[in-house]
């Protein structure tokens, strides 16, 4: 199974890429679904206005990713008006999509959890209280902790735990890596806008740069068809 580490970023743009980037997050996760590839968000930057991303960082997972990134890896361009800044007479607007080297250093072993159970701190007298329902759980390589009192079920509360504490220490290390690579993806992003893998245009997005060279090349062959059949 290959496993990659994406991330979708508006770099430094204004907040027409960050809501850009919440576009073509939907887009790219109905593609990945489309392909039979698995994915979770693991952490994402919300934008300055609602409905809108800075960066959100997502693990693919499936027997080969290679294919498929091809055609997402670099600047993606949406051309449109800002519907932000009415007056602004730029429309054309750039983001980036990375893979995040390092994967492999974020590891995550349950067997690394140290479990505590204890009352809940909920109101005296509550049933709730009377047995250790309770879970704090600490990843011992990191020193990350949770405390868990959502149930009245210690087993569930354990369970909660886990999946919290994986994803603060998930959380944690792509944050690291984040701050490791920001250069570079402003580099990246500087360079490629001349030449983007991808280019949308109207506000569902349909529309893309692959789309409109296929139809091109149809066209071409089209063409050459009819003169050798002349």
């Known amino acids: ?4 580490l994406i991330q979708i970023t508006s770099g430094r743009g204004p907040l027409e890429c960050q809501w850009v980037v919440a576009k073509v997050l939907k887009v790219f996760l109905e593609e990945a679904k489309n392909n039979n590839i698995d994915y979770e968000i693991i952490h994402r930057e919300n934008g300055d206005e ?3 991303l800075k960066s ?8 080969d990713l290679n294919e498929f990134l091809k055609t997402w890896l670099g600047s993606i361009c949406w051309t449109g008006k800002s519907a932000f800044r009415k007056l602004h007479k730029r429309s054309n607007w750039f983001i980036g999509v990375f893979e995040l080297e390092g994967l492999e250093k974020i590891n995550f072993n349950e067997k690394d959890i140290q479990f505590q ?12 209280n009377k047995v250790n329902t309770a879970v ?3 990843h011992l390589p990191t020193g990350q ?10 087993l569930e509360n354990k369970k909660l735990s886990i999946r919290r504490l994986k ?5 944690r290390n792509i944050i690291h ?7 570079t993806w402003n580099n990246h992003l500087q360079v490629q806008r001349g030449s983007p893998i991808r280019t949308f245009s109207g506000t569902d997005f349909k529309k893309n740069y692959q789309e409109k060279s296929f139809k091109k090349q149809r066209n071409v062959l089209k063409n050459e068809l009819k003169k050798l059949q002349k």
């Open 1 to 4: 199974m290959m496993e990659k």
């Open 50 to 52: 609602n409905l809108t």
């Open 56 to 63: 959100v960082t997502i693990i693919l997972k499936a027997k």
């Open 117 to 128: 159970t204890t009352r809940s701190q909920g109101s005296g007298g509550q049933n709730v």
């Open 136 to 138: 704090r759980a600490t």
């Open 145 to 154: 902790s949770v405390f868990v009192q959502d149930t009245r079920s210690q």
């Open 167 to 171: 994803e603060k220490v998930l959380e």
């Open 177 to 183: 890596l984040q701050k490791r690579m920001q250069e």
